[in-house]
């Protein structure tokens, strides 16, 4: 019984963290008040659904091999064996998107900087009016 649960623990652990790391992101986001750390928890969010999405992709098969197919009798060795591409395009893709909005979002937090001096939201909203 307690192997069963040790080895259901073992396969399940990548999700349990990635749902855990995603709670702090969730954490840092809402409850700080600081910009900065906004962002962090922002980006680290975006790179925690990405490793979410890789380990969707991921199978745990004895000696894995590249989805490319070298020839046609070779196929079903593919489909059998291979890691499913479509959620690394998928991160690849996320990844360009992270970066430009990580970007854009700093932009942002500078000129809120020069405008008010400051990067807490608590103290802007009182700036504000």
């Known amino acids: 019984m307690s ?11 990548p999700y349990i963290l990635t749902f855990l790391m995603l709670a702090v992101c969730a954490y840092a986001i809402i409850l700080k008040s600081n910009l900065i750390k906004k962002i962090l928890g922002l980006t680290i969010m975006i790179d925690v659904v990405n490793l979410f999405l890789i380990l969707t992709g991921y199978r745990r098969v004895a000696g894995p091999i ?33 970066m430009c909005v990580t970007a854009f ?8 900087y020069r405008a008010y001096g400051t ?3 608590r103290k802007i909203k009182e700036l504000r009016g």
């Open 3 to 13: 192997d069963w649960i040790l080895d259901a623990f073992m396969v399940q652990y």
């Open 119 to 121: 990067l807490d939201v």
């Open 105 to 112: 979002a700093i932009a942002l937090v500078v000129l809120i």
């Open 66 to 98: 590249p989805p490319i197919y070298p020839n046609p009798e070779q196929v079903q060795l593919v489909v059998e064996r291979a890691v499913d591409p479509l959620p690394q395009a998928l991160v690849l893709t996320a990844i360009v998107i992270d």
